[in-house]
C-alpha cells in the first residue's frame, strides 16, 4: 500500500488487516436495512430471512453486533444492537411485507442506519474499534425520501461507515437478461462513495450472495497517517489517494480530507 497526500507520499502511521490469523477479528456493528414496500415479493422476504440467519452466523467470530431496519412509506426499527442470536431470529421472524407501501424511503432508511450507529452501537470491543456498515436490502429505486444522496454520503463519511447493498430481483429481473441495468441507487454514488460494494440477488438462493457479501465486509484493511501541523492549520483540502498492487482493490470513503482551523 502507498499513500500520497496532494501527490507526495506520506508515511503510513497506522496499518491492520481487519481479518487476521490467529488473533482476534475486528469487531463489527452492522444495521441491516430492508425495503419492505409493494415492490419487494413475500417469496423475497421469505429467502432473505434465512440468508440474514446464515449471515449473522458467518460472522460469530468477528464480535459482532447487529440492529434491524425496515422501511417502505416509513422506516422502523424492528431492533436495536445485539449480540443475540436468538433476538435476531425472533425478529426476522416478524418480517412483514408493507401493504400499502407505495414509495421506498431507501435513503432516509440509511441515514437512520448511521444516526444508530453512531448513537446506539457499541464504539469499541475490547479495546478495538468496531468497523461500521450498513446493509441496505432492496430494488434500487427509492421513492419519496426527505433527504439527499449526497447528505448520505457525508454523513456516512463522518462516521466512518460503509454502505452496503443488495439490489432485489424485483425490477431487474424484467429486464430480459442476465446483467441488469444500474439502478438509481447505485447511479447515486451512495456505496462507491462510502467504500461499499453492491450485489445483485439474481436467483431465488440468496445463500451465495451473502455468503460473498460477508467476505467482502472482512477482506478489507484500516490504514492511517497523521496529517502535518500546517494542514490541521490552514484548513485546506487535501487530495489522498491510495495505490496497491494490480491484484487489490481500493475501496476509499474519501477523496481527501479538511481540518477545521484547531
Do not use: C
Not at 461500521?132 to 430494488?139: E, G, K, P, Q, S
Request: glycine letters at 6%; zero cysteines; aromatic letters at 10%.
Amino acid at each position: 500500500f502507498v499513500v500520497f497526500e496532494d501527490g507526495i507520499k506520506r508515511n503510513i502511521d497506522f496499518f491492520e488487516p481487519l481479518r487476521k490469523k490467529n488473533e482476534s477479528n475486528r469487531p463489527l456493528s452492522i444495521v441491516f436495512a430492508l425495503d419492505i414496500s409493494g415492490s419487494v415479493t413475500a417469496e423475497e422476504l421469505s429467502n432473505l430471512r434465512l440468508a440474514m440467519q446464515n449471515f449473522i452466523n458467518r460472522l460469530a467470530d468477528y464480535d459482532s453486533y447487529f440492529a434491524v431496519m425496515t422501511f417502505g412509506m416509513e422506516v422502523k426499527t424492528l431492533q436495536g444492537f445485539t449480540n443475540k442470536p436468538e433476538k435476531l431470529e425472533k425478529t426476522f421472524g416478524k418480517l412483514l411485507k408493507d401493504q400499502e407501501g407505495l414509495s421506498t424511503h431507501a435513503y432516509d432508511a440509511a441515514d437512520d442506519a448511521i444516526r444508530l450507529l453512531r448513537k446506539k452501537a457499541p464504539q469499541t470491543s475490547k479495546n478495538k474499534p468496531m468497523k461500521r456498515a450498513v446493509i441496505l436490502i432492496t430494488d434500487g429505486f427509492p421513492v419519496g425520501d426527505t433527504v439527499t444522496p449526497q447528505t448520505v454520503i457525508e454523513r456516512a463519511n463522518d462516521s466512518e461507515t460503509s454502505i452496503y447493498t443488495i439490489i432485489l430481483p424485483s425490477y431487474s429481473r424484467l429486464q430480459g437478461n442476465k446483467k441488469p441495468l444500474p439502478t438509481p441507487l447505485e447511479i447515486s454514488g451512495l456505496v462507491e462513495k462510502t467504500g461499499g460494494s453492491s450485489f445483485y440477488a439474481n436467483q431465488k438462493d440468496f445463500e451465495p450472495l451473502f455468503k460473498s457479501l460477508a467476505e467482502d465486509i472482512t477482506a478489507s484493511y484500516s490504514l492511517a497517517f497523521y496529517p502535518s501541523e500546517e494542514a490541521k492549520k490552514n484548513g485546506k483540502f487535501y487530495e489522498v489517494k491510495i495505490e496497491v498492487s494490480k491484484d487489490l482493490q481500493v475501496k476509499q470513503n474519501r477523496t481527501g480530507y479538511q481540518l477545521k482551523d484547531q
